[in-house]
């Protein structure tokens, strides 16, 4: 089968199986491929170092650290720990961010997860598929959440025929391929539990997830998975393209992501091209692992890696495209760099961020007013969350001092 067939194969992300994949045991389910049919075989033929398929629990299922993509937007993981125990604190103050976006007194998520009527919807079914009104486009958030939602909705609806791929550890599993799947799962699980009906009229415990196990993590395998979708935004990626590098150069010869100022920093160890060039014979190899079909595209995703931080984060939540980032780093370039006191630099930054918290504050007020009492405590966590990350801002201002 030809790589192009192969990708139209899986095109569409985390393709779905009809079978309840927890009344299957480990061999049945290993012959049927979940659904994925030549596929399937095709994957276990050539690699031996899978499993037969298990049903894995979510809440014992770890992210990898270093994975290229980032599923949850920034500004959440700065508050909220990537973990098991937290995943539903992210998404409740998710929700609310983009309520609060919205000007809603309510964003339930129920509806989509049902495929029940939605604004959406109705939109869809008018006679002339009508326009969304410029005041309700959705915001970058938004849209992240919603991609998350649709997949838990599609896999609800049909179930899960391509299963993750995890290493498993002492006391836990790390995911190698499949965060948005998982994450889908924390969804399902949160709004339906264990012993959820599906529309086929299946029974599924939404807190165990179809996994093979697999010994170590490989870059390379998970590179080929995530170009196979073609669905990496170019932030991805570049971190796809640097964790490559990090491979064929040996992982000894750079720093772990803990020892490193943030996750840009990480990856941008290997963003000087003369320092760390490609390997002797490993060009097409790495061509192909990013499913590029030209070498000049190797150099301008590298380049990403020394984008200024705030553009790399809005890149990356905005899931702006190569061109976009480097046309906006060049505008960038071009500005006059003003030179001011470190004293104005601090006052400034206060300055901002009192205009920020009474901007929230105020919007705050309205919207604790206006939603129903029992939706009071979700606004609770939201402030909550919001004076821990004020707290962090305090304390970098102080140690700006030191």
């Not at 998520?109 to 969304?132: C, K, P």
């Not at 836990?172 to 965060?179: D, K, N």
């Amino acid at each position: 089968m030809s790589s192009r067939e192969r990708r139209r194969k899986i095109q569409d992300e985390e393709n779905l199986l009809f079978a309840n994949p927890n009344t299957l045991d480990p061999k049945t389910a290993d012959a049927i491929g979940f659904g994925l049919g030549e596929l399937a075989l095709e994957i276990a033929a050539a690699d031996s170092e899978f499993q037969p398929i298990e049903a894995v629990s979510i809440h014992e299922i770890h992210p990898n650290s270093i994975q290229p993509r980032y599923s949850i937007p920034h500004d959440l993981t700065d508050i909220f720990a990537l973990h098991p125990k937290n995943i539903v604190d992210i998404f409740e103050r998710w929700i609310i961010e983009v309520q609060l976006e919205k000007g809603q007194k309510d964003y339930d998520i129920l509806n989509f997860l049902l495929g029940t009527a939605t604004d959406r919807g109705e939109r869809a079914e008018s006679q002339d598929g009508e326009a969304t009104p410029a005041g309700q486009m959705a915001s970058s958030k938004e849209l992240a959440l919603m991609k998350l939602i649709d997949l838990a909705a599609s896999i609800r609806r049909d179930g899960l025929s391509n299963p993750i791929s995890l290493v498993q550890h002492d006391n836990y599993y790390e995911i190698e391929t499949g965060e948005r799947r998982w994450l889908a799962y924390h969804i399902l699980y949160w709004k339906f539990g264990d012993g959820d009906k599906r529309p086929d009229g299946n029974v599924v415990n939404w807190s165990r997830i179809p996994a093979r196990i697999v010994t170590q993590v490989d870059v390379w395998r998970q590179a080929s998975e995530n170009n196979a979708r073609d669905n990496l935004n170019a932030i991805s990626r570049a971190r796809q393209l640097s964790l490559l590098l990090m491979d064929l150069h040996g992982w000894q010869h750079f720093s772990k992501l803990d020892a490193c100022d943030n996750e840009q920093a990480f990856y941008a160890q290997v963003a000087d091209g003369s320092a760390w060039r490609i390997p002797r014979g490993q060009g097409e190899r790495l061509l192909n692992a990013m499913g590029f079909s030209d070498a000049g595209q190797l150099r301008q995703y590298r380049a990403l890696l020394r984008l200024p931080g705030e553009l790399w984060r809005k890149g990356d939540d905005e899931d702006l495209s190569e061109g976009e980032l480097r046309k906006m780093r060049a505008a960038l370039d071009t500005v006059t760099r003003v030179t001011v006191s470190r004293g104005k630099r601090k006052k400034d930054t206060i300055a901002r961020l009192a205009a920020d918290a009474t901007q929230w504050r105020n919007k705050l007020r309205k919207e604790i007013n206006s939603v129903d009492f029992n939706n009071r405590p979700k606004i609770r966590k939201l402030i909550e969350a919001e004076i821990r990350q004020l707290l962090r801002l305090m304390a970098d201002i102080d140690e700006s001092d030191s």
